[in-house]
């Protein structure tokens, strides 16, 4: 893995550490009140203005965390950092939707609290589905029923990992079959 897109914080629990320039913050927490308070001792040692918002897992998040996320987002100026805690499935997704919004990689710090489950779509069709396989790995889509690679890259516009066609790179000549 010398090549890939995968941050290390998606490899394996980690938090970055805070940015001692930023002139104010917002911690998005999913269940993971450790790493928020460790921001928030950090934040508060730099005497930067910060706030911290609780939200619910991907499997719980309602429209209304959602609204609350994009609210942060449109009111984000120069200086502004945006910390996301939890899970490796919540930290992808909202990471997701904080670049396409218009943040630089330079204004999101991350914090994961777990990596066992990751969000992979299918090159195919599309299809994201969640899973515990790790990257290398095959899996089954469950929109195609291609059996798919867990592939060392993280798209950042998508927020899961790319799976594609185990045997993709197998190739027979016409009227061959690959064994």
């Excluded at 930023?22 to 203005?49: H, N």
Aim: glycine share 6%.
């Amino acid at each position: 893995m010398e090549h890939t897109s995968v941050p290390q914080w998606a490899l394996e629990p980690l938090v970055q550490p805070l940015d001692p320039r930023a002139s104010r913050c917002t911690i998005l927490s999913y269940a993971a009140a450790p790493v928020a308070a460790r921001w928030t001792d950090g934040l508060d040692e730099l005497s930067i203005p910060h706030r911290t918002l609780e939200l619910a897992p991907r499997e719980q998040a309602s429209p209304d965390e959602r609204r609350r996320v994009d609210a942060e987002l449109r009111d984000a100026v120069v200086g502004w950092r945006l910390l996301i805690a939890g899970a490796l499935l919540d930290v992808l997704g909202t990471r997701s939707l904080a670049l396409g919004a218009g943040l630089l990689d330079a204004e999101i710090i991350v914090g994961t609290t777990s990596v066992e489950a990751l969000p992979v779509t299918c090159a195919h069709c599309e299809t994201t589905m969640i899973t515990s396989a790790a990257i290398a790995e095959v899996i089954s889509c469950r929109g195609c029923q291609e059996e798919l690679l867990v592939h060392h890259h993280v798209s950042r516009r998508r927020g899961s990992f790319l799976g594609f066609k185990n045997d993709a790179e197998e190739w027979a000549p016409e009227g061959e079959a690959v064994e």
